[in-house]
């Protein structure tokens, strides 16, 4: 006979052993988006596979010319997802034509959307669709060399 502190022991393993429900939440993906199902990506229904690369510098692309060359050489690259930051904050805003999205002054920041601010982000996202290729965008930012979260 097996002791009662035994099966004390065995009572977190029950709802496994009795089959306790457990809720499955569908989720509805856009088309084109990709997701994770079980250990794969998918997309559009299909397993997604792909190259990528780590390109932090996009956003620094000032003209047409210079985003239709770092495109064009992704695409000869093959890359299928790019990752790319969608943060830079400055302290001051650059003279020169340096990307930044927020100004940072004091204990308060503005949002830069003008040309050297979101419109580039905006542009880095029209030619990714462009060129078919999927963006992972980095929101935060913990390097204090780039303003890091330890400053907000």
């Not at 792909?50 to 239709?68: E, H, K, R, S």
């Not at 000869?76 to 790019?82: E, G, P, Q, S, T």
């Not at 943060?87 to 927020?102: A, G, I, K, R, W």
């Amino acid at each position: 006979m097996i002791a009662f502190s035994k099966l004390l022991t065995l009572l977190p393993l029950l709802p496994f052993v009795f089959g306790a429900p457990v809720e499955v939440v569908k989720r509805s993906v856009p088309s084109g988006f990709p997701y994770a199902e079980g250990t794969k990506f998918m997309l559009d229904g299909q397993p997604f596979c792909f190259g990528g690369m780590n390109a932090y510098w996009i956003p620094q692309l000032v003209t047409d010319a210079q985003y239709t060359q770092a495109f064009d050489m992704l695409k000869d690259l093959n890359a299928k997802v790019l990752r790319t930051w969608a943060f830079s904050m400055v302290e001051t805003v650059p003279t020169n034509s340096l990307t930044y999205y927020q100004l940072w002054e004091g204990d308060s920041f503005t949002v830069n959307t003008g040309a050297n601010g979101l419109e580039r982000m905006d542009k880095t996202v029209a030619m990714a669709e462009k060129y078919n290729i999927k963006l992972i965008l980095a929101f935060t930012n913990n390097w204090d060399d780039y303003g890091g979260a330890d400053h907000a």
